[in-house]
C-alpha cells in the first residue's frame, strides 16, 4: 500500500512540476505519407534540470498521415537515449531515484514516454533510462545511458 503511495505522489509531483522542454535538432522520414506528414525519427535534446553538465539526446519515432499532422495519432514506443556530460557536473538539488527528468505524451490520452534517473553511488555514476507507459499497460521497450560523475579532486 505504501508503494502505490509513493508512486501516486511521485506522478503527481511530476505532473505538477514544470516540464523540461525539448529543443528538436533533426529528423528523418521512415514511411512516405501520400496525405499529411511522413513518420519520422525525431532527434531532440533537452537539458537536465537537476544535473548541470549533463544533456541528453532522445531519439524517438513519430506518426505521420493525416491522424499524425493533427496530432491525434499514437506513436509506437521506439526510443533511443544517450546522455553526455557537456561541462562540469553538479548536482543542483537532491532527487529520488527513478525520478522523472522529461515526458512527452505520445498519444491524445493515456501514452507517455519518460525519461527518469537513476544515481549508481557506489560507482558515483548517473543512469537514464527511457521507456514508454500507458493507463492499463506499457511496452517493455526501453533504451539505457550512463553519464560518469568526475570526481574534481586530487
Same mark, same amino acid.
Given at each position: %500500500?505504501?508503494?502505490?503511495?509513493?508512486?501516486?505522489? %511521485?506522478?503527481?509531483g511530476?505532473?505538477?512540476?514544470? $516540464?523540461?522542454?525539448?529543443?528538436?535538432?533533426?529528423?528523418?522520414?521512415?514511411?512516405?505519407? %501520400?496525405?499529411? =506528414?511522413? /513518420?519520422?525519427?525525431?532527434?531532440?535534446?533537452? /537539458?537536465? =534540470?537537476?544535473?548541470?553538465?549533463?544533456?541528453?539526446?532522445?531519439?524517438?519515432?513519430?506518426?505521420?498521415?493525416?491522424?499524425?499532422?493533427?496530432?491525434?495519432?499514437?506513436?509506437?514506443? /521506439?526510443?533511443?537515449?544517450?546522455?553526455?556530460?557537456?561541462? $562540469?557536473?553538479?548536482?543542483?538539488? $537532491?532527487?529520488?531515484?527513478?525520478?522523472?527528468?522529461? *515526458? +512527452?505524451?505520445?498519444?491524445?490520452?493515456?501514452?507517455? %514516454? *519518460?525519461?527518469?534517473?537513476?544515481h549508481? +553511488?557506489k560507482?558515483?555514476?548517473?543512469?537514464? &533510462?527511457?521507456?514508454?507507459?500507458? &493507463?492499463?499497460?506499457?511496452? $517493455?521497450?526501453?533504451?539505457?545511458?550512463?553519464? =560518469?560523475i568526475?570526481?574534481?579532486? =586530487?
Open positions: %500500500m505504501n508503494r502505490n503511495l509513493f508512486t501516486l505522489a %511521485m506522478t503527481l511530476t505532473l505538477l512540476a514544470a $516540464p523540461v522542454r525539448a529543443e528538436e535538432i533533426g529528423s528523418v522520414s521512415t514511411v512516405f505519407k %501520400m496525405l499529411g =506528414p511522413n /513518420d519520422k525519427i525525431v532527434i531532440e535534446a533537452f /537539458d537536465d =534540470p537537476k544535473v548541470e553538465g549533463v544533456t541528453c539526446y532522445l531519439s524517438r519515432a513519430k506518426r505521420g498521415g493525416i491522424k499524425g499532422g493533427l496530432g491525434v495519432a499514437t506513436d509506437t514506443s /521506439d526510443a533511443s537515449i544517450a546522455c553526455r556530460q557537456v561541462g $562540469p557536473i553538479k548536482l543542483k538539488t $537532491p532527487f529520488q531515484d527513478g525520478e522523472v527528468v522529461f *515526458q +512527452k505524451d505520445t498519444s491524445v490520452l493515456f501514452k507517455t %514516454m *519518460q525519461v527518469v534517473r537513476f549508481d +553511488k560507482r558515483d555514476v548517473l543512469i537514464y &533510462l527511457v521507456y514508454s507507459d500507458k &493507463l492499463v499497460d506499457g511496452s $517493455p521497450k526501453n533504451s539505457v545511458t550512463a553519464v =560518469p568526475k570526481s574534481t579532486g =586530487p
